[in-house]
């Protein structure tokens, strides 16, 4: 739920403050880092197990909130897998 949560955080960040939005993810640190043209930054630590999977491992939201679609995969231990789905390219999140 964190995940959903910081990416719909972005692109609202982004269409309001008109400014753009990066989310960057270190597989090395598990660390998941969104930052806004406002100097905000926020930071989601992955547990130990967990790991995500990002197209490039950046994900750009640009000032009006259009990101283009993107498919975000979590995985975990026991072979938990979640993925989210950025559609229509207004930020649209689908979880499967």
């Known amino acids: 739920m964190k995940v959903k949560t910081n990416l719909q955080w972005g692109i609202r960040s982004a269409f309001l403050s008109k400014r753009a939005v990066f989310i960057q993810y270190s597989k090395k640190q598990q660390l998941l880092t969104l930052k806004s043209g406002t100097g905000r930054k ?51 999140i689908y979880e499967n």
Do not use: C
């Open 42 to 92: 926020s930071y989601l630590k992955f547990p130990v197990g967990y790991d995500l999977e990002m197209p490039g491992n950046e994900v750009i939201i640009n000032k009006t909130g259009y990101v283009a679609p993107k498919t975000i995969i979590l995985r975990g231990p026991n072979g938990f897998r979640h993925r989210f789905r950025i559609q229509m390219a207004w930020g649209e």
